[in-house]
């Protein structure tokens, strides 16, 4: 009787113990002291930032009454430029998408280690050269084959985008492909499902939060890229993106023009904020529907 007491006693001990290492979020205080440097890189490399654009693009320049730079926001080009930035980055990441799912599953599920290693090679390799190079070589390459007015052009644009940000999209399909485990794929064989089924039903719903990242991670680079207009087209001043528009403003030395790129960086992070809620937002709701989950 008195070793169980004492051992009953023991595990309250323990428990009790247990609750006072913990912290916030049920951390323990180990683990709430490993996150010290990145709140402090975030606090200085992203908080305060975001402070100063919101600073420069609501603060009244040399005593005027109203925020001149905001105008910028009802011209009908930046709207223009803006469809135009979000057009090509959801059609280039969908192409990425229908492109490096299927090499991702390939790779990441391929017995063979040296074809899991060339694979991730030809992924990784170009990631080693800068992106200027790399759009300077495939404009080269296609202005030789096709005349360079005719390169000028959206479908061209999507080609580079998907060309440049391909990696990205792949390496989070394959980091989960690659663990994903054999049992689940047969299991679906044993349900009788075929190949495509499986495809869709199983492998799709297992990888659907890489799909997700990957989709976005795309969609944000490609929507706000700079390389993209100004080195890979021949004439880059016709098919501007959003980030060729906020670097024209990028003037440290003029106020006007610093207050008109933070104006154009928080419309651009409220659009982009937007459609990000809605990529990760929406499946959520719709796997808590389907659950017959609580939302909190």
Known sequence: MSNALNTSKRLNNNKQSKKKTRSLGGMTKLQASLLVPYLIFSILFIILPLILIFVYAFKPLNGEQRLENWEI????????IIGRSLGTGLIAALVALLIGFPYAYIVGRSKSVIFRTLGLTLVLSPLA??????ALAVRGLFSAIFDENQLNNNFFMVFGMVYLFLPFMIMPLYQVLKDMPNNILEASEDLGYSKIQTVFKVIIPYSSKAILSGFGIVLMMAATSIIVSDKLLPNGSQKQLIGNLINQFANTANPFDL???STLVIITLAVLLTIYGFIYGIPYLVTKRRQGGVYE
């Open 259 to 261: 207050a008109n790129a």
């Open 73 to 80: 926001a009802a011209k009908p080009s930046t709207w223009i």
């Open 129 to 134: 050269i800068f992106t200027i190079s790399k």
